[in-house]
T-cell receptor, first 114, second 114 residues
Framework: GAGVSQSPSNKVTEKGKDVELRCDPI?????LYWYRQSLGQGLEFLIY????????KSGLPSDRFSAERTGGSVSTLTIQRTQQEDSAVYLC????????????FGQGTRLTVV | AQSVTQLGSHVSVSEGALVLLRCNYS??????LFWYVQYPNQGLQLLLK??????LVKGINGFEAEFKKSETSFHLTKPSAHMRDAAEYFC????????????FGQGTTLQVKP
């Protein structure tokens, strides 16, 4: 596609429910990142994919968070048993390869847990 | 571990004044460095990047940044601020080699006063 696409753009969910956030990277981009941006905070790294594997998932806050990537393309970030502190904007980015190549960001999914 | 520090979470300048946003990185190996801008309710957009080709890097919208290895800095400047420059600015570092992780600073909100 022309850019990184994330869906949904907004999600309101009840505490305790599971949510799935989707990211469609730019076609051909092998690297894919998930970040979380909370109000007044910077970008918190969650997980990074190279192809379908995740060499670095050190930023996932707890075992309620998981992510997968299939076909070297679409990625899904799943949050189980959502808590109010999970409310944030979840950003996805992709890049063509490691080192020196900028990451292109999607518009983000704004998650609100009520 | 690699880290990025942005000094000053908020910077306020008058229209027409010099903009200086500070960024320092911590890395044993000079990384690839980036500045991104995030306008209100929008995704992140690349301003400029350093990839060792030149220490002074020019970006979009009149911004530039200078890589100083001795100071481990990559400060962002613009000679004359415009109202449209009001946004949040993020410095980011990507380690050379197969590290995979793009690390962001906490961000600096730039306010431009008329």
């Amino acid at each position: 596609g022309a850019g990184v696409s994330q869906s949904p753009s907004n999600k309101v969910t009840e505490k305790g429910k599971d949510v799935e956030l989707r990211c469609d990277p730019i076609s051909g981009h092998t690297a894919l990142y998930w970040y979380r941006q909370s109000l007044g905070q910077g970008l918190e790294f969650l997980i990074y994919f190279q192809g379908n594997s995740a060499p670095d998932k050190s930023g996932l806050p707890s075992d309620r968070f998981s992510a997968e990537r299939t076909g070297g393309s679409v990625s899904t970030l799943t949050i189980q048993r959502t808590q109010q502190e999970d409310s944030a904007v979840y950003l996805c980015a992709s890049s063509s390869h490691l080192g020196g190549t900028e990451a292109f960001f999607g518009q983000g999914t704004r998650l609100t847990v009520v | 571990a690699q880290s990025v520090t942005q000094l000053g979470s908020h910077v306020s300048v008058s229209e027409g004044a010099l903009v200086l946003l500070r960024c320092n990185y911590s890395s044993s190996v000079p990384p690839y460095l980036f500045w991104y801008v995030q306008y209100p309710n929008q995704g992140l957009q690349l301003l400029l990047k350093y990839t060792s080709a030149a220490t002074l890097v020019k970006g979009i919208n009149g911004f530039e940044a200078e890589f100083k290895k001795s100071e481990t800095s990559f400060h962002l400047t613009k000679p004359s601020a415009h109202m449209r420059d009001a946004a949040e600015y993020f410095c980011a570092a990507h380690g050379s080699g197969n590290t995979g992780k793009l690390i962001f600073g906490q961000g600096t909100t730039l306010q431009v006063k008329p």
